[in-house]
């Protein structure tokens, strides 16, 4: 599975408070929220967004304007989709199109619920994986369009547990393990195998919000043979341990 398809996941719009807001003039945007404008326009630090384009907020930003906008917060649920959200900007403009505003117009026009939900579901992943594919970001989402970083990223994405080492993982690109090393720390920020480590603890964060998995179990899927040296990772990762993290995880999932 593509790292960004997998982050994502985690982004949905189950009971966003789904509403149709006229603006006018100055308002403060704040949250992980989507806002596709039906008509008129908006503009958030320094970008306007017309009628057809959508609007994702992240932060406490001011925008300005005179316009019709369909909106919907989410919550962000679990370390691995907050991995997606802590390398997007505080607000980013996607284009649209006139027949984007006409669908918009019509989006929560019947109240909320499931439909609506997943209508903004499909929005905010077109929304961003367009910013994405435009501005490639920083650090792993950068790195996921290298020639040869990206094909290392996706296979830790899809097999965390698998015993990776330099050398496999330098023949998944298909280079020299010092050549992918010195790529890797330079694009993504650290080396391979610490990037792996940080991305295992980020799934069995998950993994460990589900109070029928055993601390062991979660270990053997995310790589390692014994919950002792898992729990050393996880606790140097995190700053706490996978027993404390059954509350925290859970509460945040």
């Not at 009628?51 to 994702?56: K, L, P």
């Not at 910013?131 to 994405?157: I, K, S, T, Y």
């Not at 480590?197 to 998995?213: G, H, I, N, Y």
């Not at 790589?223 to 606790?235: E, H, L």
Request: aromatic fraction near 8%.
């Amino acid at each position: 599975m593509e790292p960004f398809d997998e982050l994502l996941r985690g982004v949905r719009a189950d009971g966003a408070g789904v509403r149709r807001v006229e603006m006018a003039g100055t308002r403060v945007l704040s949250g992980l929220t989507l806002y596709a404008v039906a008509s008129g326009e908006v503009t958030v630090l320094g970008e306007t967004a017309k009628a057809g384009d959508i609007v994702v907020v992240q932060e406490s930003v001011v925008a300005e304007g005179r316009a019709t906008v369909v909106s919907g917060t989410y919550e962000v649920k679990g370390a691995v989709a907050r991995r997606l959200t802590a390398v997007l900007p505080d607000a980013l403009v996607a284009p649209g199109t006139d027949d984007c505003a006409a669908f918009y117009a019509a989006v929560g026009t019947g109240g909320p619920g499931v439909v609506t939900d997943r209508l903004l579901d499909w929005l905010m992943v077109c929304a961003l994986r367009e910013w994405f594919d435009r501005e490639h970001g920083a650090g792993w989402l950068a790195a996921r369009a290298d020639e040869v970083v990206g094909p290392v990223l996706e296979a830790m994405h899809a097999q965390p547990g698998k015993a990776w080492t330099l050398a496999l993982l330098a023949k998944e690109a298909g280079v020299s393990r010092t050549t992918l090393a010195g790529r890797f720390a330079r694009l993504v920020g650290v080396p391979p195998l610490t990037y792996l480590t940080e991305w295992r603890m980020t799934v069995a964060a998950d993994l460990l919000a589900d109070p029928s998995r055993t601390v062991g179990a979660v270990a053997r899927q995310v790589g390692y043979a014994d919950a002792f040296g898992f729990s050393a990772a996880f606790k140097r990762v995190h700053g706490f341990s996978p027993s404390e993290c059954r509350s925290r995880c859970a509460a945040s999932a």
